[in-house]
């Protein structure tokens, strides 16, 4: 079977809750394949996908992945469709690989964006400030967001930068 173009993926998520937070997560593995030598194309996807279950699993968060996973199998490559599946740790399915825990920094770096309206342009303080509004509902955004970065050398404002205004 081919694979999934981002038009296709667009209709997929038609009339989802979360197609505004999976078009920004989907910008930001964008902006972030290039400095891991991965196709910008193939993360953004990976962006764009990973809650296509939401809505289907809301009462089951252990199947929140999975699900998406089922429907795509043999449509997208095998390291985009683990990354969906453990990138909410509610799966029990243990983040890997550098595309795993990227699609997590990403996740959360949306989140936080949605949450704390972050703009562009975003400067250290302002990014390190909406950090620690967010982690009092949210202690575990330091180490998705803050920890990814620290470990892979990432200026998480030039990211926010780049992705472009909102
Ligand atoms: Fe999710
Ligand atoms: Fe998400």
Not at 92 to 103: E, F, H, M, Q, Y
Request: with cysteine.
């Amino acid at each position: 079977m081919a694979g999934i173009t981002e038009g296709e993926a667009h209709r997929l998520l038609e009339g989802s809750s979360k197609l505004f937070h999976s078009v920004l997560v989907a910008r930001i593995m964008e902006v972030l394949a290039p400095g891991f030598a991965a196709a910008p194309q193939d993360w953004g996807l990976v962006g764009l996908l990973h809650d296509l279950d939401q809505d289907a699993t809301e009462d089951e968060p252990s199947l929140h992945g999975l699900r998406t996973v089922e429907m795509l199998a043999g449509r997208l490559p095998d390291a985009s469709l683990r990354a969906i599946k453990c990138h909410d740790h509610r799966s029990g399915i243990k983040p890997v690989t550098v595309l795993d825990r990227a699609l997590i920094f990403a996740d959360n770096l949306a989140i936080l964006i949605e949450n704390q309206k972050l703009k562009t342009p975003c400067t250290p303080t302002v990014l390190f400030e909406a950090v620690r509004r967010e982690c009092q509902d949210k202690p575990w955004i330091a180490e998705y967001v803050l920890g990814f970065a620290e470990r892979e050398g990432l200026a998480i404002w030039d990211v926010v930068n780049k992705i472009g205004p909102r």
